[in-house]
Structures are given as structure tokens and as C-alpha cells.
């Protein structure tokens, strides 16, 4: 009997089909269809999602995943592995490159994020916003007389919206009416010649109506203007004179982002803003961030792209530059994104002290308040918003200022109401009439920190305004007629400082309403006497002081917001009584009242 051989070259293990290397039929000719198809998706998949070609975007990780993944399923179906399973160690064979590169890619970003991560770079994080201490009344600009009220803004964003959306009916007059809408998400505030505007550039309400304009339109020249709108005086303006061909609205090569793309392949983008500049020409303002923490962490600004909405052409600043007084570009109002600048201050509040410490205990941690505004001083935007404990929303530390265009950031130590605690007083006083009171703006009346909003109705009309100290947040102005009556608020305001213990004389001008244009009254008249007796009373929320002189034997009477220093007044004090007539009545309405050893004069006339 022959003896029985035993084949033991493979261990005694059973070859399984499924590994052994079967390439297709034209696996050569497969390879490279596999190739091509996956140049094809790179190529597509670049023009649409336009991923900078920069290891610290996460677009440039997904977009990698996307293209190597192209081969590995082109590889699949090419093989007819999806029929024929014996073709898989081939699909798996061609695979390893792909996915090993793919696994890198994986590795440096994940190794780059935990090196970017605030867990171990906390120092770091908190220093990416330099701030400095300010003095308030050194810092925003005092307003004491009505003139200085023409460069702030009276309503916010929302309401310049409503009045812009009710421009693009003048499109009627071009045969354009129902094709246009505002857009929105890039509308800026700026400060042009001197007064705060919103400028909003315009889209085609759908992609058809965009079609039938632009494609089947012949000479397609763009969308023919753009909103801006005075926030000051309310008026809307649609402005016809630039045909805008390049915009985020658009599509194909005149879609901002692409036409900049392609000329700063490795350049991350930010955020991207609607500007015009002195002449009213209109650009696009793109940040160009660089990650300052790490791999992936710290996003700062390095630059910005300035891209004329018109031509297309692009030109490119460092943020020195921009920063720097170059009249060039000085009109630039937003270089830097209102969120990325409230983002770094979070990280300078977080973790000025650890990382740790922003869990445990949290000492000294503080955040930026819910929502934000901006203030114009001299010809920049600053972005302006309250700082609360981390531990505590109902009242604030203080305010940071930023400046939009230089990255300059200040800091004002104070306690107070937050915007939303003095947005529900303003509420409060007009319940009734359901109204809603808009983001406050800060502003300085006389160096009072002052919470200045409109007040609007359910159609983002404004209806009136409101006033709310920022220390004393008892006290809440809006005008006794409750109309837009700013002068009203003002009145009601001052006199409700003045009702304080200690009272709060503001010192203000209502005369002054346009600089140069105030004349003497040669109709007043003068009394001077002892104050024998004086009493008060609260009308229409205004209180009225009641004087009587040992000399005239009438009383002379006058609110506490056009004379301030008659609260300070006593029976027996000397005081100079002015009138504007000489009228024989018991009551009088006096224009003055003023100590008489002092000689200060009181020029504010008293309406009605």
C-alpha cells in the first residue's frame, strides 16, 4: 500500500478564493479610466465647494476625502467587483494608496486639533485680543445738545430692513418690479460722510428669475444697484448708477467667491461684507484668515481682499495696512466680522485664567452679553456689547468697544442693567400697546452711560424711544405723547435723573439743533428776587418746578429737563427768573431760572 502524502506547504490552512489576486479583464486600460474619473470629481467638486488648499481649513480635509474616495468606488465598478466578489483583494490591492493617504490626513488633523485645542494652548487663546482700560467719557463721544445726535443711529438693523425692502418698488420705474429681494446676510453698517448708513446689496428672488435675466437675457450686466438706507434719518435709497456683476448671489464665475478663489488658492476665507465708498461705488469686503493657535485654532485676520462688485478685480491688504490711516482704503469700515471679534473676547474672559479655572471655581471668568450693536466714532464702526460673570446674567461688569477696521479694543469698568435687562424696562412702560424695544446702543449723555432704543411694532415700524440709565436702571424715558419724538425722550430722561437722590443734573442744549443757527430772543425779560416759596409737580412725566419771588407775586414755572439747576434751588435763595414774554397771569412760564450771584444764564426756551 502506497503511504498517503500530506501537502503541509500552507500550514495545513485553506486557501480561501477571496484572497487570491484576480485582476479584471483590462485592469490597464481600467486604471486609468479609475484615474480620469477621479481628475473629473477633483476638478467638479473644486469649481463647487472651492476648498482652500490649506491644512488648516476642514475643507481641505473633506474635500481630499471626497477625491480619494472617487478612485476607491471608480475602482469598484470598474472591476465588476460588485457582481464578481472575486475581484475584491483586486479593489482592496488598488485601495491601500488611497487610504493610506486618506489615514495621514486623518492623523495630521487629528494631531493638529489637539494641539490647537484650549485645553493645552489656553494662554495662547486669551491673548489673540489685546484689550486696554478706557475712560468712558474719554471713549465715546459726549452728547449734550440735539446736533450731536445726528450721527447716531435711531433705529437697528431690522428696521433699516423694513424701510429698505419698501425701496425696491422704485424698480417699477426700470420695468424690474417682483425681481429683486434684499440680502440680507451681507447688509454692513458703516459710517458714510459722517453718518451711520446700512447698505444692502440686492439678489433675483429665485434662481429663475436669475435664469431668464442672465442667461436668456442677452448682455447680462449685472444686478442693476443696491439699498442704503440713513439710519439717522430714516430715509431709504435705491441707487442705480453701478450695474453689481460680481456678488455671494450669484452664480457660475461671477459668484464672489469663486472669481477670488482661483487667484488665492490657499487663502482661508472669512466672512464677507457689502461696503461703498465715498463716491457710493460698491465692493466686497473678504476677510483672509489665518489659524494663529496651532494647526486648526486661533482664527485672527491677516487680511482682507477688496473686490470691486462692478469689474471684478481684487485687491489684496495686510491688515497693517488696512489699519494704518492709508486715505485710500480709510473708508473701509469692517475689516474685522462683529462674531469673530465677540468669539475673541469670550476666549480673553474663558481663559485669561486656564484652562482649568474656566471650569473649576471659574474666577474672574467672564463672557460678552447676548446680542450686540455698533457706535460711530470719528469715521470708524466699533462694535460695542456688555461683559457679564459667567456665573451671572443680570447685571453687567462693564463694556468692550472694538474697533471694526483697526482691531483696537477697549474696556469700560461699570455696573448696571444688561441690554436685555434694560430692553424689558423699555417694554414694560409700553405693554400695553405691544411694542418691542430693539437692541440698545450706548451713548453718553453728558457722562451718564445711557441704554438709547427704538421702539417698534410688530412690523419693525418705529413707534417712539426709550432711555434707560445704565447704573440707575430705575430710570426709564420714553416720551409722554409716545410718539418718535426724540426730544420728548430726552426731556422725560433728564428729568427723571433729576429726581434722584442725589439728583443728576444733565447739563444739554435743546436749542442747539443745527450749529450756527441760534439767535438771541430780544423778547425776554428778566425778574430777580428771594425765593419765598416752591413746589413741584410730575406732568405728562416731566416734573415742573413752581417758583414764587417776594417781588412779583406770581408764580414762575419750568420743567426740570429745559432748567436743570431749578432743582437745586431753596426758599430763601436769590434767583433770576426768565420769561420770553412779559404775560400778567398767575402762573408764568419761565425760559430760566438761575441763581442770581452765579450770572449763569439758561438759553433753553421752554415749547408751547
Not at 118 to 138: G, M, V, W
Not at 369 to 383: E, I, K, Q, T
Request: net charge negative; proline share 3%.
Amino acid at each position: 500500500m502506497d503511504p498517503i502524502k500530506v501537502d503541509f506547504s500552507d500550514n495545513g490552512k485553506k486557501k480561501n478564493v477571496k484572497d487570491i489576486l484576480i485582476p479584471p479583464e483590462k485592469a490597464g486600460i481600467k486604471i486609468v479610466i479609475n484615474i480620469v474619473f477621479t481628475v473629473i470629481v477633483a476638478a467638479v467638486a473644486y469649481y463647487f465647494m472651492l476648498p482652500p488648499m490649506n491644512p488648516g481649513s476642514y475643507d481641505f480635509y473633506i474635500y481630499w476625502a471626497i477625491v480619494l474616495g472617487s478612485y476607491v468606488a471608480s475602482a469598484y465598478v470598474t472591476s465588476g467587483a460588485f457582481a464578481k466578489p472575486e475581484y475584491m483583494p483586486y479593489v482592496r490591492r488598488h485601495a491601500i494608496g488611497p487610504v493610506a493617504i486618506a489615514l495621514v490626513l486623518a492623523l495630521v488633523l487629528g494631531i493638529g486639533y489637539l494641539v490647537s485645542s484650549p485645553f493645552f494652548r489656553a494662554k495662547d487663546y486669551s491673548e489673540i485680543l489685546t484689550i486696554n482700560s478706557a475712560d468712558f467719557e474719554n471713549s465715546v463721544s459726549v452728547i449734550d445738545s440735539m446736533s450731536d445726535f445726528d450721527s447716531v443711529a435711531l433705529i437697528d438693523k431690522e428696521a433699516a430692513q423694513t424701510l429698505a425692502d419698501k425701496t425696491l418698488g422704485d424698480f417699477a420705474s426700470l420695468d424690474l418690479e417682483s425681481q429683486f429681494e434684499l440680502l440680507t446676510a451681507d447688509s454692513t453698517q458703516i459710517n458714510y460722510k459722517g453718518s451711520p448708513y446700512r447698505v444692502y446689496p440686492l439678489q433675483y428672488g429665485d434662481v429663475f428669475k436669475w435664469f431668464f435675466n442672465s442667461v436668456t437675457g442677452g448682455n447680462y450686466e449685472g444686478i442693476p444697484g443696491y439699498v442704503m438706507v440713513n439710519m439717522n434719518t430714516q430715509q431709504a435709497t435705491l441707487v442705480t448708477d453701478y450695474d453689481i456683476k460680481y456678488s455671494t448671489a450669484e452664480h457660475f464665475n461671477e459668484y464672489l467667491e469663486r472669481a477670488i478663489r482661483f487667484e488665492y488658492p490657499t487663502y482661508i476665507f472669512g466672512e464677507t461684507s457689502f461696503e461703498i465708498d465715498e463716491t457710493g461705488h460698491p465692493y466686497w469686503v473678504v476677510e483672509h484668515i489665518e489659524k494663529t493657535i496651532g494647526l486648526v485654532g486661533g482664527d485672527d485676520v491677516a487680511g482682507i481682499i477688496l473686490v470691486d462688485a462692478v469689474t471684478g478685480e481684487s485687491s489684496y491688504y495686510t491688515n497693517e495696512e488696512f489699519g494704518s490711516d492709508n486715505a485710500e482704503i480709510s473708508w473701509i469700515d469692517q475689516a474685522y466680522d462683529a462674531d469673530l471679534l465677540v468669539k475673541q473676547y469670550n476666549y480673553f474672559g474663558t481663559y485669561a485664567n486656564g484652562f482649568w479655572n474656566s471650569l473649576i471655581g471659574q474666577s474672574g471668568v467672564k463672557k460678552a452679553s447676548s446680542g450686540y450693536s455698533f457706535l460711530a466714532m470719528g469715521d470708524d464702526v466699533y462694535l460695542y456689547t456688555g461683559v457679564t460673570s459667567v456665573t451671572s446674567d443680570d447685571s453687567i461688569l462693564g463694556f468692550f468697544f472694538i474697533n471694526q477696521r483697526t482691531k483696537e479694543a477697549l474696556f469700560y469698568t461699570t455696573t448696571g442693567a444688561t441690554e436685555s435687562a434694560a430692553q424689558a424696562s423699555a417694554q414694560g412702560k409700553v405693554q400695553d400697546l405691544g411694542w418691542k424695544a430693539s437692541f440698545p446702543i450706548l451713548l453718553n449723555i453728558d457722562g451718564q452711560a445711557t441704554y438709547f432704543m427704538a421702539l417698534k411694532d410688530a412690523s419693525n415700524i418705529v413707534k417712539s424711544y426709550a432711555m434707560v440709565n445704565v447704573e440707575q436702571y430705575n430710570v426709564v424715558a420714553i416720551p409722554a405723547n409716545e410718539n418718535v419724538d426724540l426730544k420728548g425722550c430726552l426731556e422725560a430722561y433728564i428729568s427723571g435723573l433729576a429726581q434722584l437722590s442725589p439728583a443728576v443734573i444733565i447739563d444739554f442744549d435743546f436749542d442747539k439743533e443745527d450749529v450756527g443757527t441760534d439767535t438771541p430772543d430780544d423778547t425776554q425779560n428778566t425778574v430777580t428776587g428771594k425765593v419765598t416759596d416752591i413746589r413741584s409737580a410730575v406732568i405728562s412725566g416731566n416734573t415742573y418746578y413752581y417758583i414764587e419771588l417776594d417781588n412779583s407775586g406770581v408764580y414762575y414755572y419750568v420743567a426740570a429737563s429745559v432748567s436743570n439747576k431749578v432743582v437745586l434751588v431753596n426758599t430763601g435763595d436769590i434767583v433770576t427768573v426768565t420769561t420770553s414774554t412779559a404775560v400778567d397771569t398767575d402762573l408764568i412760564a419761565a425760559s430760566a431760572i438761575a441763581f442770581a450771584e452765579s450770572a449763569v444764564t439758561e438759553e433753553t426756551v421752554v415749547e408751547g
